[in-house]
């Protein structure tokens, strides 16, 4: 009998709720709830390992399903390597690709540690378990991919570790979140409404990202002992982009476009202003994760051609040249 996508999905969240109940039961048993900056006492589990395995299966379930109608519904064939290098000029999506994987895994260990919390899972624990979690679902699904036209590929689960290491590291050492963290800025592009419109599949819409690891220079002040003035509202740090590359190629017209910038953290702005207030402060963890057009300003260059431009923050449009 042949394996379905549907069957993948179902084996995925039965294994994901025999993993997260067999790991919160073993970490109450022998894992204390480490001291960490986040949570120097520690607190007591409250949370039901079966409602936990329950939204875990949940999540993984969401995840399968939405791999298979963006990425595997072409049909399943036998398993396959493929080696589509990093950020070379000839690689699939310039490098995009392996910085999407890296974000992801960030977003998913922050996003599944807050619902973990939620249910009652120490911060500490929870951060554990999300990031084991993120870890092994995001390679699962790099395992499917074997099966698939796109082929396993060593390079994604490398990107899949790194994401998922800063995540756990930055969700259980506030003052590592503090000073580091990464974001996306996107904004659909015309190959993708004319050809994919679909939610499913804006994640291949690449040509319309942009990937900025950040110092956010409020914490690195407060990590000095010194006040940030208004500093507190800078962000610097390198910024990645493709163009032309995915969702639809074009060899003459290629970008991978790297630089530097420096723009304003409107995190900080909404939380000075909302100053304590619960709506502005989940408004503003928000855009932790995701970068606002306009507000930065990039000196790049395109790696193919050896162009120097400035980017706005808008994705590949909207640049100046020099």
Known sequence: MGVGPWSTVLLAALMSAILSTAGLREARASVPVLANDRDPAG???ASDPWLVAGVSSAIVGTLMVWG???????G?????????????RDTYAGG???LGHFYATYLLVHGTTSIYSALGV????????AGCGVFLTSNWIELIDGFTEFGFESGDVVANSLGTAL????????????????RIGYAPTRDFLAHDKTVLKWINDYSGMLFYLDLKMDGVFSLLGRDPGWWRYVLLGPVYGTRDYSPIRRHATRQRIFGFQVGLSLPQILRTWGDGDAAVDGLARIFDFYAMPLLSIALMKD???????????????FNVGL
């Open 96 to 98: 995009a690709d392996k």
């Open 167 to 182: 995540g756990v590291l930055t969700t259980l050492y506030p003052s590592v979140d503090a000073v580091v963290g990464a």
């Open 43 to 45: 607190t007591t589990d």
């Open 76 to 88: 399943l064939e036998p398993f396959h390597w493929r080696d589509t290098g990093y950020f070379g």
């Open 303 to 317: 790696l193919n051609s050896d162009a120097w431009f400035l980017n706005f923050g808008v994705s590949q449009r």
């Open 122 to 129: 120490p911060r500490t624990r929870a951060a554990w378990l």
């Open 68 to 74: 298979s109608q963006a990425w595997w519904d072409h």
